[in-house]
Nanobody, 120 residues
Framework: QVQLVESGGGLVQAGGSLRLSCVAS????????MGWYRQAPGLSREMAAA???????NYADSVKGRFTISRDNVKNAVYLQMNSLKPEDTAAYYC??????????????WGQGTQVTVSS
C-alpha cells in the first residue's frame, strides 16, 4: 500500500515563494511518475505539474516559468518550488503518484492535500 505525505503549504504574500514536498512510503510498488494537482474552491482539480522517472516534466500553462517540479528517486519524494506566487494560485495542492505494483497493476494514489494561500 502506498501512502503520500505532503508538507510545505502556508500563507504567503503575492510575489513570494513556497516549496511543497511529498514523500511516498510503502512497499511493493514502482513509481512511474509523480505530480502536483490543485483545486481552488468551486473549481475542478487540475494538474499543476508532473515529473516522470526519466525526469521529463509537464506543466500547466498557468504555472510555466514560475513553478518547478523536481524529484528525488532515492527518497521517493517530489517537490514543487513555487515562485512569483499570485492570488489565483490559492488552492489545496495534492500530490499524486502513478505506479505499478508487483502484479503489474496500476497504482494511483493521492495525498491528503496541503493548503496554499496567496494574499494580494
Amino acid at each position: 500500500q502506498v501512502q503520500l505525505v505532503e508538507s510545505g503549504g502556508g500563507l504567503v504574500q503575492a510575489g513570494g515563494s513556497l516549496r511543497l514536498s511529498c514523500v511516498a512510503s510503502g512497499s511493493g510498488f514502482t513509481i512511474n511518475a509523480m505530480g502536483w494537482y490543485r483545486q481552488a474552491p468551486g473549481l475542478s482539480r487540475e494538474m499543476a505539474a508532473a515529473i516522470r522517472t526519466d525526469g521529463s516534466t509537464n506543466y500547466a500553462d498557468s504555472v510555466k516559468g514560475r513553478f518547478t517540479i523536481s524529484r528525488d528517486n532515492v527518497k521517493n519524494a517530489v517537490y514543487l518550488q513555487m515562485n512569483s506566487l499570485k492570488p489565483e494560485d490559492t488552492a489545496a495542492y495534492y500530490c499524486r503518484l502513478w505506479g505499478t505494483d508487483t502484479d503489474y497493476q496500476a497504482v494511483n494514489t493521492w495525498g491528503q492535500g496541503t493548503q496554499v494561500t496567496v494574499s494580494s
